[in-house]
């Protein structure tokens, strides 16, 4: 079982940046993919980011230009920095893995842009 802890979230002002981190409970070096997901107070969860295993990365269009996903898999983590945050941006975030066909879910971390 792949247990994922999100960290990061917070309230920030239109504008702000902020930097979300999951750590997972297993070796990330073999996971196939890892990426961000969120869900805002009226919307179906959607993909914000994805990397792959050789880093090949992909990133929604609202997320493109802005956010950035990263691993580390000497500390089994997957990271998303978020400039230029905007009140949309507004969302529960959840991290994913997914390795042998699986899918695991962090259980999210708030994000609050607004002035």
């Known amino acids: 079982q792949v247990q994922l802890v999100e960290s990061g979230g917070g309230l920030v002002q239109p504008g702000g940046s902020l930097r979300l981190s999951c750590a997972v409970s297993?070796?990330?070096?073999?996971?196939?993919?890892a990426g961000w997901h969120r869900q805002g107070p009226e919307n179906q969860r959607e993909l914000v980011a994805t990397i792959t295993s050789g880093g090949t990365t992909y990133y929604a269009d609202s997320s493109k230009g802005r956010f950035t996903i990263s691993r580390n898999n000497a500390k089994n983590t997957v990271n998303l920095q978020m400039n230029s945050l905007q009140p949309e941006d507004t969302a529960v975030y959840y991290c994913?893995?997914?390795?042998?066909?699986?899918?695991?879910w962090g259980q999210g971390t708030q994000v609050t842009v607004s002035s």
């Open positions: 297993a070796s990330i070096s073999n996971i196939y993919t």
């Open positions: 994913r893995v997914t390795t042998a066909g699986v899918n695991y």
